[in-house]
């Protein structure tokens, strides 16, 4: 059974720091790897999709790689600012598993001025 | 183009009663999923509908059902509501277009007292 695990569970950071959120998953027979942005009481917006063949993906200041053999994946986020406070959250749809994507618990985000 | 809609948005309802939750995907998707995502947690799946039958479902009670209509859209049902089915429920759609990737809708928030 698939498990995704997010690192750390909260984070606060000032405006303008580099930060690395972790995701890690058990098993590593998956098509992709989706990270998301959520904001409070909202819905989830895609940010980065990562095919199992691929190793990272890149859209403006967020960086999201794939470690398929060893079952992580990060994601960067450059030079954060207060607008992207949010909760982000890591899924992957594994083969086999059909198409239904399994979540991580999410990593709370909160950059301060 | 209009992306993934939920109705409604919030619900109250007591212990013992039914609900129906309501997605419309996104135009030229033709696969519906839905996720419950408790407080605090990752979405959980539920199930998948594709050419109006349940693909594929997740580890749910058979209090949670679902349909899909001929134009795609896709309902949920919850009967003998718990307290512990209080979530907010999302619903993503997909499409062989788009291969695996899903959209997310808003999200219905329900409260079960």
């Known amino acids: 059974k698939q498990e995704v695990t997010q690192i750390p569970a909260a984070l606060s950071v000032p405006e303008g720091e580099n930060l690395v959120l972790n995701c890690s998953f058990t098993d590593s027979a998956i098509y992709n790897l989706q990270w998301f942005r959520q904001d409070p009481g909202k819905g989830l917006t895609s940010l980065l999709l990562i095919q199992s063949s691929q190793r990272e993906q890149t859209s403006g200041r967020l960086n999201a790689s794939l470690d398929k053999s060893s079952g992580r994946s990060t994601l960067y986020i450059a030079a954060s600012q207060p607008g992207d406070s949010a909760t982000y959250l890591c899924a992957v749809i594994s083969t086999g598993g059909g198409n239904k994507l399994t979540f991580g618990t999410g990593t709370q985000l909160k950059v301060e001025l | 183009d209009a992306g993934v809609t939920q109705s409604p948005t919030h619900l109250i309802k007591t212990r013992g009663q039914q609900v129906t939750l309501r997605c419309s995907p996104k135009s030229g998707h033709d696969t519906v999923s839905w996720y419950q995502q408790a407080l605090g947690q990752g979405p959980q799946f539920i199930f998948q509908y594709y050419e109006e039958e349940e693909r594929q479902r997740g580890n749910f009670p058979d209090r949670f059902s679902g349909h899909q209509f001929p134009n795609y859209s896709s309902e949920l049902n919850v009967n003998a509501l718990l307290l512990g089915d209080s979530a907010l429920y999302l619903c993503?759609?997909?499409?062989?277009?788009?291969?695996?990737?899903?959209?997310f809708g808003p999200g219905t928030r329900l409260l079960v007292l």
């Open positions: 993503a759609s997909s499409g062989t277009s788009g291969g695996l990737t899903q959209y």
